[in-house]
């Protein structure tokens, strides 16, 4: 199917109504795997992080993390969910190279943590409730990399490289209940939850959920049913949507495609789809002709969890403040609007600028640095506002520096590009480009005095008119000063001293 | 030297420990016993000749130093090839792993190692434990010391045939429907099923978690208790481990008695089936049990006819997953890798060629009793057996001490006789099965020679979880008073090799 194939949006949401089911999986940032002592650090040689356990070796066998399961509870709680008194792992069963014990260790019909709810506020301030099926937790699998095909699956290729330092990192899978009466905004819903709770996951702090690098992965399941039907239709899955703009274009891409489908009179097939990024398309992946069968059975080498309950009021007593409420709060307190709040936490501002008011900064000059000519650098640069090498130790110090009336935003400016060109605090800055003694108001308002005194004759031609005349002081000042002031500042200072102004 | 071969692992350690012989003396005894008999008997897969070696010269090292030996050090013993062993090969008596070399050791091997204990080599077995007469080993079949064309019993024949030869005075074995005890019934050997999660399966290659358990084989009640000692304790690499003190097994061993305790016999544990010989070495036991003072009572234990049934969907069902991680992959054997062939292919091709008819069937049977549809049916009804002969124990354990009964229905069967037979041999672990179902412990040893064949008999002794000790207490009391009465251990009556 092409695009041109597609039923425009409006046209099928006219007629249907849109029912999404959102699966993701997030990567625990525990030092340990869930099954093994192995380290879980990103980007290290292949296969180096891998142990008899995590590589499936005969005689093996698994402990469970107990970072992982406090993490899971965490998000359990946060999740509004109630938690399991006693649960148990499960095998599922099926064959993939890489997964090394052909089963991956997860959990089946006793989850961890079920029945929640997570609010979410979309673009205009309405706040969207998305019903929480469960969390449960499971080990990630290998990596394979496919050589040798066109298409990058394993499809076609030729080998394919196993790298088992994934194998077994800790991963909490969320399921949400079907979403439903989103009607038209239903994508944008779901690129607000799947926000939202990577919002979450960070200020819980169990994972950096950083989607980019697959910390965080989301299934986007979606079906369509006519308006004013109860019964769902049949769905589709569109696999590993990682990024929040995709998931908005794979479901938005999924509503037209589906109406399509059904507005000329076939039937969805329940399949998984891939999603393509280049295109915001999704094409046919894996026929589901029926339910897959996992064999699930309760996992034999482990024994079940049991979550000791005044532990668990004990989580529940430590979780951070949810960021929605937080978002809420702070921007009350900063005095902005929902559009420009939303623009500093899709810039990813709001713990820079937190951090940046914590260190002594006010509320609209932190928020000013970051979203102005911090966020122009980093958008030049292509990286993230926080991976940016200035500390909000130091923009504070600059607003500072501004509020006290040493630096003028001009030179504010500078300092800040001081900064990030690696010369650096902002006050080695100042030091290093000779942008103290411009600061130094009383310093350079005496030598401005001196230069007026000793040239009375040219200052009295400045008061009675002719400021092209100011030229001439200038340079005296700046003679005194061995040409370490700012001119223009100085000639601003001239001609407030002798009451002209241009 | 042929006496050195005789001598209990107690009497070893005790002469070693004395200087009177050295560490490498025993070991080479014993080297020397199987070059000279196992062509025939076949109860190793590897001898590990270098290794055992270095470890009795280590032996001897620390002794000369004056370092303290522990109870066991120096002495033989012969590992069944299911637990890894590192740098050494571990095949699980199968195709799939032939020439894979463990990167590591089992926790029990290292427990062993750590104990001085001399690590001869890995012992034949029925592929992945799955049989009663060590014939499904991908590697030949292993001869019943007391008439080479009887099988040894399974899944540890190597192990029990390796003591009944004399080429080990000690064996590890693993018992997940019988496989310690059955062995070491049908060849006149002592072996315990401890308590399940009493010795770490952490390096024991799974057939199936929730029943296998490693214990002790040996020729003596003692030596079994002292092997049991070095290798039961909590492990914190199996989750299933018990984390609490081994119960005092030695001194069990070292005071054995039945005055006033109170036995049970199972009316489930006879009946058709059962060989004349077997029952009346039975009844004769009995008889014993009650002449050293112990009161007999009789218990009705319904769902033990059951067990069988059950056992056969639950094990079957874990081993299908498994099994599963043979998939050619990352090490064992590789079928079909000629380059033109998917992974998914030389998977296929490799579990094809490299398990064997018996494993095939299980795997094929425990993925159809998972199976969605049919989960509850099999798999779900078999765990609530499960649930019913572990009450049926605990109702059993309110009223006696401990329970005896028949090991095994018969004695060693001829190799071959029931190859074509899976349900003749499934029958096999008919009184071995319940105990692993359950989860508590349970011994066999000999109590006498079957009047029609000659062969020796078993008795089974179980004790509820966690009171592994009751089995020595009582195992020890039977021991001595059949020894007197027989005028010697009962395997010098067996021909010699």
Redesign the interface.
């Known amino acids: 199917m092409t695009v041109t194939d597609l039923v425009s949006y409006e046209d099928a949401l006219a007629t249907y109504e849109p029912v999404m089911g959102l699966e993701v999986h997030v990567e625990l940032g525990t030092k340990t795997k869930m099954f093994c002592g192995c380290a879980t650090e990103l980007g290290a040689e292949p296969n180096s992080q891998t142990c008899p356990t995590c590589l499936g070796l005969p005689g093996s066998l698994p402990v469970v993390n107990g970072i992982a399961v406090e993490s899971a509870v965490k998000i359990g709680l946060a999740l509004h969910c109630e938690i399991a008194e006693w649960c148990r792992f499960a095998r599922k069963n099926y064959f993939y190279p890489d997964m090394p014990k052909n089963f991956q260790t997860s959990q089946y019909d006793e989850p961890i943590a079920f029945n929640g709810y997570l609010d979410v506020q979309l673009e205009d301030g309405e706040v969207f409730r998305v019903e929480i099926e469960r969390a449960h937790m499971e080990e990630d699998t290998g990596k394979s990399t496919h050589v040798g095909g066109a298409t990058g699956r394993i499809h076609g290729a030729q080998h394919s490289l196993l790298d088992y330092n994934r194998a077994g990192i800790p991963l909490i899978e969320i399921v949400t209940k079907p979403i439903t009466g989103a009607g038209e905004r239903a994508p944008e819903v779901a690129k607000a939850y799947v926000a939202e709770l990577r919002e979450l996951i960070k200020a819980l702090g169990v994972s950096e959920a950083r989607m980019e690098m697959g910390q965080m992965r989301c299934d986007v399941n979606l079906s369509l049913m006519p308006h004013g039907s109860e019964k769902f239709g049949t769905r589709s899955e569109t696999k590993n949507v990682n990024s929040l703009r995709s998931v908005e274009r794979a479901a938005r891409f999924e509503i037209m495609r589906h109406a399509a489908v059904l507005s000329s009179g076939g039937t969805i097939v329940q399949e998984t789809r891939h999603f393509h990024e280049e295109d915001g398309s999704t094409t046919s992946g894996r026929i589901k002709e029926e339910a897959e069968d996992y064999r699930y059975f309760p996992e034999p080498d482990l024994v079940p969890v049991a979550p000791a309950r005044a532990w668990v009021e004990e989580l529940r007593t430590g979780l951070p403040e949810l960021p929605r409420l937080r978002r809420n709060r702070l921007r009350e307190e900063w005095g902005v609007s929902a559009h420009d709040m939303q623009s500093i936490l899709n810039a990813g501002a709001v713990d820079l600028i937190v951090a940046t008011i914590e260190a002594g900064a006010d509320a609209a000059s932190a928020r000013k640095w970051w979203m102005g000519e911090l966020s122009r650098r980093a958008n030049e640069d292509g990286v993230d506002l926080a991976a940016l090498p200035i500390t909000a130790e130091q923009v504070a110090r600059v607003c500072a520096l501004v509020a006290e009336g040493s630096l003028n935003d001009k030179l504010a400016r500078q300092v800040i590009e001081g900064v990030l060109a690696g010369e650096g605090a902002p006050d080695e800055v100042v030091e290093k480009r000779g942008l103290k003694v411009v600061s130094d108001e009383g310093a350079l308002g005496t030598a401005v005095d001196e230069a007026i005194a000793a040239n009375a004759a040219i200052a009295d031609k400045i008061r009675g008119g002719k400021v092209a005349a100011a030229g001439a002081l200038v340079g005296a000042v700046m003679k005194a000063t061995r040409g370490q002031a700012d001119a223009a500042r100085v000639r601003e200072l001239i001609l407030e001293r002798l009451g002209v102004t241009e | 030297m042929a006496d050195l071969i005789k001598l209990t692992a107690a009497e070893i350690a005790a002469k070693i420990a004395s200087g009177e012989v050295t560490a490498v003396e025993v070991t080479e005894a014993h080297l020397a016993r199987i070059d000279a008999v196992d062509e025939k008997v076949h109860a190793f897969l590897h001898v590990d000749r270098e290794g055992a070696l270095a470890q009795a010269r280590a032996v001897d090292a620390k002794r000369e130093r004056g370092e303290k030996l522990g109870p066991l050090a120096g002495v033989p013993l012969a590992l069944k090839d299911i ?2 062993t590192k740098g050494v090969p ?1 095949t ?1 008596g199968s195709k799939i ?1 032939e020439g ?1 070399i ?3 050791d ?1 926790t029990l091997t290292k427990r062993l190692k750590d104990a001085d204990v001399v690590i001869l080599g890995k012992t034949n077995m029925d592929e992945f434990a799955m049989g009663s007469s060590t014939e499904n080993s991908a590697y030949g079949p292993t001869g019943n010391p007391w008439d080479l064309t009887k099988i040894p019993g399974g899944s540890g024949g190597g192990s029990s045939a390796a003591l009944a030869a004399y080429e080990a005075p000690l064996a590890i074995g693993t018992d997940t429907g019988g496989s310690i005890r059955q062995p070491a019934a049908v060849t006149g050997t002592v072996g315990v099923k401890p308590t399940y999660g009493a010795v770490s ?6 057939f ?3 029943l296998d358990q490693g214990g002790p084989c040996a020729r003596t009640v003692l030596d079994a208790a002292l092997l049991h000692e070095v290798i039961a304790g909590h492990d ?5 481990s018990i984390d609490a003190p081994v119960p005092p097994v030695v001194e069990a061993a070292r005071s054995g008695s039945v005055d006033g305790m109170r036995i049970g016999i199972v009316k489930q544990f006879r009946g058709e089936g059962y060989q004349a010989g077997v029952i009346q070495r039975f009844d004769e036991s009995v008889e014993l049990l009650k002449e050293l003072g112990a009161e007999i009572v009789e218990l009705d234990c319904p769902s033990f006819d059951l067990a069988l049934a059950a056992y056969y969907l639950i094990a079957p ?2 081993c ?2 498994n099994l ?4 050619a ?3 064992g054997l590789r079928v079909g890798d000629d380059g033109t062939k998917s ?2 292919e030389v ?1 296929a091709l490799t579990r094809e060629a490299g398990f064997g008819p018996e494993v095939k069937r299980r795997v094929m049977l425990g ?1 159809y009793a ?3 549809g049919y ?1 509850d049916a099999y ?1 779900g009804s078999a765990q609530k057996v499960r649930t019913l002969i572990t009450r049926d124990f605990e109702a059993a354990f309110e009223q006696v001490d401990v329970i005896v009964s028949p090991t095994t229905p018969t004695t060693a069967f001829a190799i071959g006789e029931r190859a074509d037979d899976p349900m003749a041999m499934y029958l096999a672990d008919l009184c071995t099965i319940p105990t692993n179902l359950a989860g508590n412990a349970a011994m066999s040893l000999p109590c006498g020679l079957a009047p029609e064949d000659g062969l020796p008999v078993g008795l089974q002794i179980i004790a509820p979880a966690l009171k592994d000790d009751r089995l020595y207490k009582v195992g020890a009391a039977v021991e001595a008073a059949f020894t007197e009465r027989w005028g010697h251990p009962i395997l010098e009556e067996a021909p010699s090799l």
Request: no cysteine.
């Open positions: 637990f890894t571990t699980v792993l894979w463990p990167p590591y089992a399966r952490f390096g024991m290659v799974a199936s978690s929730s914190p690499l199996d989750s299933t069902s874990e299908s997953s599963a991680r043979f998939d992959m990352r090490y992974a998914e998977t993925t998972l199976s969605s989960y798999y």
